[in-house]
């Protein structure tokens, strides 16, 4: 399994997630960050739209680290996950 990280103020949005520990599986289902995404979709109908763009590509104020490491494809996100990594997503906050 993969553990995925959010950033907090997501819970705001989804909060049914913020009760849990978040999972997806590795072997089968998220095998790269896009697919994890797609994991997180299924259990959160919209949060793929807060984190990727309308050509799947990770939106602009969105980094993704797999264990300490920043992921390299931003486009297609194809960044191999293996069971027992660490996936965080962190969405930056602006404003004045």
Same mark, same amino acid.
């Given at each position: 399994?993969?553990?995925?990280?959010?950033?907090r103020h997501?819970?705001?949005?989804?909060?049914?997630?913020?009760?849990?520990?978040?999972?997806? *599986?590795?072997?089968?289902?998220?095998? %790269?960050?896009?697919? @994890?995404?797609?994991?997180?979709? =299924? !259990?959160?109908?919209?949060? &793929?739209?807060?984190?990727?763009?309308?050509?799947?590509?990770?939106r602009p104020?969105?980094?993704?680290?797999?264990?300490? *490491?920043?992921?390299?494809?931003?486009? %297609?996100?194809?960044? @191999?996950?293996?069971?027992?990594? =660490? !996936?965080?997503?962190?969405? &930056?906050?602006?404003?004045?």
């Amino acid at each position: 399994m993969v553990e995925v990280v959010l950033t907090r103020h997501l819970f705001l949005y989804f909060p049914d997630l913020a009760d849990r520990p978040l999972h997806v *599986e590795a072997t089968t289902v998220a095998t %790269t960050v896009a697919t @994890a995404i797609d994991a997180l979709e =299924r !259990l959160a109908p919209g949060i &793929a739209h807060y984190l990727r763009d309308e050509t799947g590509r990770l939106r602009p104020h969105v980094s993704a680290f797999i264990g300490k *490491e920043l992921i390299r494809d931003r486009r %297609t996100l194809s960044d @191999a996950l293996q069971p027992n990594d =660490r !996936l965080s997503l962190l969405q &930056a906050l602006s404003g004045g």
